[in-house]
């Protein structure tokens, strides 16, 4: 097997990065601003600022992609926000 060259090592690097994936979470008519804002910020480690940011987001368009990384990073986060009743998905 013949050895890759720098090219094309770097090609499979960037291939590599666009594996990243979204978790997106959608509005409800359920969960408060508060209970969304304390869940972004201790399951995805958001500041205060960030989480009611992306909860102004989610509110106003419907949606919004709080976290990005690899699904094996993001599916933990999502089934934990999905537990405390908040609709999430990973794109």
Known sequence: MQALTDTEVEILEKTVELDIMK?????????????????????????????????????????????EGTFEELAGMRNEI??????AEIH
């Open 23 to 67: 978790l997106v979470i959608y509005n409800d008519e359920v969960n408060t601003f508060d209970w969304v804002i304390d869940t972004l910020m201790e399951v995805c480690n958001h500041t205060s600022e960030q989480a009611e940011q992306c909860t102004l987001i989610i509110h106003y368009k419907g949606k919004c992609a709080v976290k």
């Open 82 to 87: 999905c537990r405390r009743g908040i609709s």
